[in-house]
C-alpha cells in the first residue's frame, strides 16, 4: 500500500471516529424531567409517593437533578401506571437510577400498544443503593393480543449501563418484544440480571457493543420466529461474568451481528449459549470463530449433555448465511490470560473506530425504535 493511500486510510478513519464522537455528543443531555404514574418529576417537584403525594421526609420516588448525572431513587416503588406513550418510567436524557429496596413496575391490560417499562432518551446507568446488595427492580409486561410490541429496559438514543441490583424483566407480547435494549454501548459490572421476553419475535438483549465485567446474566427468548435471539451484538468484549443466553422455541442463543469486520472476544467469565435451533449465528459468508482465552465446549444437546471441548476440525461452531452448525450448545470460557491489543479495551480509540461503522449501520434503527416525535 502507497504512503498517499495509507495517508487517505488513516483521515477516512480519524474522520469516522470524530463524526460519531460528535454525534454521540450532540445526542447527549442530561434529563431533566421523569414522568410515573402520572406525574412528571423535575426540579420544583421531586418527590412522589405510592398511592400519591410525596415529600423530602416521605418518598418512594426521589429526583435529584443536583448530582453529575441526574439521578432517580427508587424505594419500594409501585408504578402501574403508563403515561400517554406506553411508558411506565420516561426520562428525557441521561439518568441514573439507584435502586432501593423492592421496586415494581407493571402492566397487564389491553389498552397499551407498545407497552414499556423505563425509557430514556440518553444513557440509563442502573446500581444498587443498598448496603446490602437487595435492591430489586421488577419489570412486569403482560398488556394482550393488541400489544404490537413490548420493552424492558430502553435507551433510545444511548448507553445501557449496570453497575448492581437484582433486575427481573417478564415481557409479553403479541407480535415483538425487547428485554434489554442499548442504541449503542451495554455494559455490565455487576448485579444479577434476568431476562423472558416472549412474543412471534422476540430480542431478548440487544445492543450494538456489549461489554461484560462482572455479574450474572440469565437471558430467555420464547418466541415464534427463528429469526428471535437471546442475544444479539455487532461487537462484544467479556472480561467477567457468567452469561446464559437461551432460545427456548425458534431462534438462536446469540446473533453476531456484524461477525466480518466486527469483534468477539472473551478474555475472562463464562457465556453460554443455548437453542433447540443453532445455539450461535454469525451474519456472514465466511466461517468464523470467537476469540477466546481458554476453552470453547460444545454439544448437540441443547442442555448440554455429554458436551466436549471443541475444535475446528469437528464440524462449524456457529451457523452462517451458508451453513447450518450441528451444535444447540456452546459455552465460551475464558481464564484471565490478556487478549491481544486489536480491538482491546486497552485501545478504547482503535475500538470505537472499529465500532463506527457498526454504529452508522445501527442509524437505521433509530428510526424503527424511537418512539417519540
Known amino acids: 500500500m502507497s504512503q498517499s493511500v495509507k495517508r487517505h486510510v488513516l483521515i477516512a478513519f480519524l474522520l469516522s471516529v470524530v463524526f460519531c464522537l460528535f454525534v454521540s455528543a450532540a445526542l447527549a443531555a442530561d434529563a431533566a424531567l421523569v414522568e410515573l404514574n ?27 437533578t443536583g448530582t453529575s448525572m441526574p439521578t432517580l431513587y427508587l424505594k419500594d416503588a409501585v408504578v402501574d401506571t403508563m403515561n400517554a406513550y406506553d411508558e411506565l418510567i420516561y426520562a428525557d436524557g441521561d439518568i441514573h437510577i439507584v435502586l432501593l429496596g423492592t421496586n415494581s413496575l407493571t402492566y397487564s391490560g389491553s389498552s ?23 435492591g430489586t427492580l421488577i419489570i412486569f409486561i403482560n398488556p394482550g393480543a393488541p400489544s404490537f410490541v413490548s420493552d424492558g429496559l430502553l435507551a433510545e438514543f444511548g448507553d445501557i449501563t449496570i453497575y448492581g441490583g437484582t433486575i ?3 415481557l409479553f407480547s403479541a407480535f415483538e418484544s425487547y428485554g ?9 459490572h455487576g448485579g444479577s440480571i434476568d431476562v423472558y421476553s416472549f412474543a412471534l419475535a422476540v430480542s431478548a438483549i440487544s445492543a450494538t457493543d456489549f461489554y ?23 461487537q462484544a468484549l467479556v472480561t467477567g461474568g457468567n452469561g446464559t443466553f437461551t432460545s427456548e422455541t ?43 482465552t481458554n476453552k470453547i465446549y460444545a454439544s448437540t444437546d441443547k442442555a448440554g449433555a455429554g458436551k466436549f471441548v471443541w475444535n ?7 451457523g452462517n448465511w451458508s451453513d447450518i452448525s450441528p451444535y444447540r450448545y456452546v459455552e465460551l470460557l475464558g481464564d484471565g490470560s490478556p487478549l491481544p491489543n486489536t480491538g482491546d479495551a486497552s485501545l478504547p480509540w482503535l475500538w470505537a473506530g472499529i465500532a463506527a461503522a457498526a454504529l452508522l449501520a445501527a442509524g437505521a434503527a433509530v428510526v424503527l425504535r424511537k418512539r417519540r416525535t
Not at 418527590?47 to 421526609?57: L, V
Not at 397499551?112 to 437487595?134: E, F, H
Request: proline content about 2%; some cysteine; overall charge negative.
Open 38 to 64: 402520572g406525574v412528571t418529576l423535575n426540579a420544583a417537584n421531586p418527590y412522589w409517593k405510592n398511592g400519591g403525594g410525596g415529600s423530602a421526609s416521605d418518598w418512594n420516588a426521589y429526583f435529584d
Open 168 to 170: 427481573e424483566i417478564t
Open 112 to 134: 397499551a400498544a407498545a407497552p414499556a417499562g423505563v425509557v430514556c432518551d440518553g444513557d440509563l446507568v442502573i446500581s444498587d443503593g443498598t448496603a446490602d446488595d437487595t
Open 250 to 292: 425458534n431462534g438462536f442463543g446469540a446473533v453476531w451481528a456484524d461477525a466480518s469486520s466486527g469483534s468477539f472476544r472473551v478474555g475472562d467469565g463464562r457465556l453460554i449459549f443455548a437453542s433447540q435451533d443453532e445455539a450461535l449465528f454469525f451474519d456472514t459468508d465466511e466461517v468464523i470463530t470467537p476469540t477466546v
Open 212 to 234: 461484560m465485567t462482572g455479574g450474572t446474566v440469565v437471558s430467555t427468548a420464547d418466541a415464534g420466529f427463528e429469526e428471535s435471539h437471546a442475544l444479539l451484538f455487532y
Open 180 to 188: 434489554i435494549y442499548a442504541e449503542y454501548e451495554l455494559n455490565i
Open 312 to 318: 475446528e476440525s469437528m464440524g462449524i461452531l456457529a
